[in-house]
């Protein structure tokens, strides 16, 4: 797995981390995972891990705030 976090640019440190997930769910629910299971995981772990890469690589100035949806006030229909 640390090639394919490599490859899509994620740090040793966080291939590292992510592996050592792996190796704890499966230590602890190996018995209950299938090979197929653990595969959808780690799937999953990197695209957390490459989503959150993502919201790091953006930087916020201090004046960036939340987007909130606006809605106009509009009368309930008679």
Not at 5 to 33: K, N
Not at 49 to 71: C, E, F, I, K, M
Request: charged share 25%; net charge negative; hydrophobic share 40%.
């Amino acid at each position: 797995m640390a090639h394919i976090m490599e490859a899509i640019g994620v740090s040793e440190t966080e291939a590292a981390q992510s592996e050592a997930d792996i190796l704890f769910l499966r230590e602890r629910y190996g018995s209950r995972l299938t090979l197929e299971d653990l595969q959808a995981v780690r799937t999953g772990l990197e695209a957390i891990v490459t989503g959150a890469q993502s919201l790091r690589a953006v930087r916020l100035q201090n004046a960036d705030g939340p987007l909130l949806p606006h809605r106009p006030d509009v009368p309930p229909a008679p």
